[in-house]
């Protein structure tokens, strides 16, 4: 209900442009039966609604303004267990759903708190000594009930929080902030010449130009052998891709995240859980049609891309991820098609065992482990030691579709399975926002969408043969990073085992860069290090000058492989000492953490559990390699921090 100074009946071309407006909206004018001007015989004040059964009528009483009144009486079964009300200077009527409403204040405590503002107000009047030492008394019993009364409702969200919609979001959104030091969010670009754009549509554009140079499709030397060898016959070639039923695509839907992240047709994985189960019917005929001709519809294709920083709030377009928000049908048929090419590719037993990424069962501590047992037998047998971290630029962004596909096929997929790839990879499109603001449509010819479910499962089956290619080194892979181990030979002086691991590592480097040529997936060549590793005192420096294609690599003492700390010395100080700062800031943020100015032993008890906690449960893997007395610090600091959340004053 609004003041539109416009009579529909009378103001001609405005009333027209009005009604065009209100139509544009999926809405509809409710007028009321008389006029509603004091000074003129229009009627310009009415309502606009969305289809809910609303009458509305002027109130011919006395009344201060120039304007009638307006009562509108709406019906609605959900408006009393959902949505509250209130009136402000008897005119606008405002409504706001319940679960979002503040908690009233208790009406003893109000009668607390007005007695306290009472009596203060008399004691500055009057200056009566008995009233002097009853007023702070007074304030200070006021004082302590309110706080009490915050914390029990901080208290109360806290139980509900797993409960979606309750007061608890106010407490979580609250907390996010407080303990991000850094945002992630993206305010601008920085260019060459030093200048920062800030202008969102500028920025969109600038990121397209980037991205589209980026998924250009690779210039590949033919013949190849991915592309241009004979094909290979298998026994499984012409299996086809089993149908969905009805049940599987509800467990999908059931165990999905109900994320609100919308894509290009305004739809979210939250929508989604809202249509009717029984639709879904209809909807697994549709899929088991498109798995059966191979085809994906075009309208699925067509993505719109979001940019997050890695590093800072400004920097270079390379500097950012792209993530797609894919369509959330297509979400659904790339879950249930993800399921049946994993049970293909056990069943070929493609997928090598020292591969621990976007894999169950495959833990990332298991894959640290392993590192550090073979790094410490190859020590054990006094040998020198040489750890490679290979690190992939833009691993998933810069796969090739055609050599993903003709390997697929060497590696016996199933022709209906490749099929349905290359109709789920080619065709795309996509357009980058920015602050609301969109670029123009690019086109994708290499790599495969951020966000997707099943592009991280394609990526490690393409490269699942990499270990085939360096046989020389200990080979550990999580997903993208690659981990080598190489050892001199043993047996002979010291002097010429490292001569010895010199030949070694280099070849492994040549290997390793014949396979990016191979795969057509280049190597960051920054990030490429090497760490040498001896149980013996070594002077000089035995590490030599070793080279992947044009490129010299670095070497460094330590290195943070999978979140873990590793030294040359395979010591634990390092990221015992990290953790430990770590842990003594954020309790020390959920000490002083207050909303509404209080706080509660409960709520400092679930921030230490969310945000303490979980720095400690990351050292129980290699809590067994630590030496009694480390042991024993970490013991001791963790309940000395959970003394400080507590408030004790001994324990």
Known sequence: ???????????????DQLLERVDSCSLMSVIPDSNTSLRSDCTIDYAVTNGMDLTIQTYEGDTSSD???????????????????????YRCQQFFKIKRARPSVPQELMTLLAQSRSLSFKVKRKGYIELRNEAPRLRNLARFESKRFQQEKLTKQLKERYVQGEGSTLFWNKTKRYFRHVSSSLRGFATP??????????????????????????????????????????ENTSTCIPFATYSEIINI???????????????????????????????????????????????????????LAKKSAIYAPDQTRPISLLDSFLKVQE??????????????????????????????????????????????????VATVFVDFKSAFDQLWFE??????????????????????????????????????????????????????????????????????????????????????????????????????????????????????????????QAMF??????????MPQ???????????????????????????????????????QKTALANSFKISGASSTQSRRELFSTFVRPHFTWLFAIFPLLTDSQRAGLNQLYFTLLKRIYYFQCW
């Open 193 to 234: 010449n030093g200048e920062v754009i800030k202008d969102p549509q500028v920025m969109a554009n600038t990121a397209a130009d980037y991205y589209e140079e980026l998924f250009h499709a690779p210039i590949v030397i033919r013949p190849h052998p991915y592309v241009g060898a004979s094909p290979i016959l298998w």
């Open 403 to 528: 050599g993903r596909l003709g390997k697929l096929i060497r590696l016996g997929i199933p022709h209906a399975y490749v099929n349905w790839i290359h109709a789920w990879l080619t065709g795309r499109k996509a357009a980058i926002e920015v602050q609301g603001r969109r670029s123009r449509w690019i086109e994708i010819n290499r790599g495969g969408p951020h966000g997707s479910s099943f592009t991280h499962t394609l990526f490690i089956t393409y490269h699942s043969d990499m270990a085939d290619y360096i046989p020389a080194a200990m080979s550990f892979f999580f997903a993208d990073d690659l981990a080598a181990v190489l050892a001199g030979q043993i047996g002979i002086r010291f002097t010429d085992q490292c001569m010895d691991l010199e030949r070694r590592l280099q070849s492994f480097l040549d290997q390793i860069e014949f396979d990016s040529i191979l795969s057509v997936q280049p190597i960051n060549y920054a990030k490429t």
């Open 253 to 307: 839907l059931r165990s999905r995240k109900k994320k609100q992240a919308l894509d290009m047709d305004g739809l979210s994985p939250f929508i989604l859980n809202k249509i009717p189960r029984h639709y879904w019917f209809l909807l697994a005929q549709l899929y088991n049609y498109l798995f059966a001709e191979s085809y994906i519809v075009k309208k699925f294709k067509e993505v719109q891309m979001v940019l």
């Open 67 to 89: 304007h009638k009144p307006l009562l509108g009486v709406f019906t609605d079964e959900g408006v009393p267990k959902t949505v509250g009300s209130r009136t402000i200077c």
């Open 546 to 584: 070793v080279h992947c294609g044009d490129h010299k690599i670095e070497w460094i003492s330590s290195f943070k492989y999978l979140g873990y700390w590793l030294t040359a010395k395979l010591g634990w100080g390092n990221i015992l000492a990290k953790i430990r700062i770590t842990v003594r």
């Open 335 to 384: 879950k249930l098609f993800l399921h049946r090419f994993v049970q293909v590719l056990k069943d070929r037993g493609i997928l090598p065992d020292n591969q621990s990424g976007f894999r169950p069962g495959y833990k990332l501590q298991t894959r640290v482990l392993l590192l550090i047992e073979q790094i410490s037998s190859y020590m054990a047998n006094s040998s020198p």
């Open 533 to 542: 590793l001896a149980r013996a005192i070594v002077y000089p420096n035995p």
């Open 1 to 15: 209900m609004v003041d539109f100074n416009i009579d529909i009946e009378r103001d001609g071309e405005k009333a």
